[in-house]
């Protein structure tokens, strides 16, 4: 059987497939349930200072197995989730990875807080919802990476303008980064009834699944050519066959939202099933041996 073991900033992964950050872990449950159903580490629901106030109906599947959402952040205080994450730290042995979000204050206050009372392995900050321009972003970085120890994970955005830029000027900030996010605004409907699918202003929302992966996909390619630190890919994936594609593209682990919100936390473990029954079966005997594989193929064509 293959090794799906390894090391990535500095923390050790059973295997390289974890939930990312959304509704599939928006409690306790779902995030203990992910590790006891195979995920490599458990990833928190992106939660902030404030919380949201997301209208209703959230949620609509569209084309493909993708999925619409108008979901920003946890609608839970954060003492709230405190508590959640506690319960998660206490019943699971898997690496920990808390999202949090947006302001720099924001996540210095929450970095520090979640440093004290959870311990977690690393913090992953959204870049959603903060506009179009580096500097602030750059800001957000630098205020919580200068609050904590732990690794500071950058979760990047796939329509924002200067994608490439930014991840030239964070690499020296951060640990690593995590693309890429849902896309939008994207916009669905039923002709019939010819009215809104979500609750947002006009319907729009943001695109995830399926129909996400070849731009996410190509998007870690890109950006694994920039950066020296690791990334997790993430988009669309719900096959281990899908998980290969972006560790030979340059991640070095995998996150699923979507397919688990279809699928349930068993998710996890089937992707990393297929994955391992996957590389067994093409002669490989570690995940080790395709990480970037797509990558050094193409360096050789030129």
């Not at 609509?60 to 108008?70: E, R």
């Not at 560790?247 to 391992?276: D, F, K, N």
Request: charge should be negative; aromatic fraction near 8%; glycine fraction near 10%.
């Amino acid at each position: 059987m293959a090794d799906l073991s390894s090391e990535v900033f500095g923390i050790k992964f059973r295997n390289p497939v974890m939930p990312a950050a959304g509704p599939n872990v928006k409690n306790s449950g779902l995030m203990i349930a992910a590790a006891e159903k195979g995920a490599g580490a458990v990833v928190s629901k992106t939660f902030s200072v404030k919380p949201a106030e997301d209208p209703r109906p959230t949620m609509k599947k569209t084309v493909s197995g993708g999925l619409l959402n108008c979901e920003t952040w946890l609608e839970d205080s954060y003492e709230n989730f405190l508590y959640e994450l506690k319960k998660v730290r206490q019943e699971t042995s898997e690496p920990l990875i808390v999202s949090i979000g947006y302001s720099a204050d924001d996540v210095a206050f929450l970095g520090s807080l979640l440093e004290k009372e959870i311990q977690p392995d690393a913090i992953e900050f959204s870049t959603h919802y903060t506009g179009s321009s580096i500097d602030p972003l750059l800001k957000v970085a630098d205020s919580l990476k200068s609050s904590v120890k732990v690794p500071v994970l950058m979760k990047l955005s796939p329509g924002f303008p200067a994608i490439e830029e930014l991840v030239r000027e964070a690499d020296s900030i951060v640990d690593g980064f995590v693309a890429v996010n849902s896309i939008g605004p994207a916009l669905d409907f039923d002709p019939v009834k010819c009215r809104p699918s979500l609750g947002s202003e006009w319907g729009q929302g943001w695109l995830s699944g399926p129909p996400l992966m070849p731009i996410a996909l190509g998007l870690v390619y890109r950006l694994s050519e920039i950066a020296a630190k690791p990334i997790i890919g993430v988009g669309g994936i719900s096959s281990g066959i899908d998980a290969v594609k972006f560790l030979m593209a340059g991640a070095s682990l995998v996150q699923v939202c979507t397919a688990a919100i279809h699928g349930g936390p068993a998710t996890y473990g089937q992707i990393a099933s297929g994955l391992s029954e996957w590389l067994d079966s093409n002669g490989y005997a570690s995940i080790a041996e395709i990480r970037n594989m797509y990558k050094e193929n193409i360096k050789k064509r030129s």
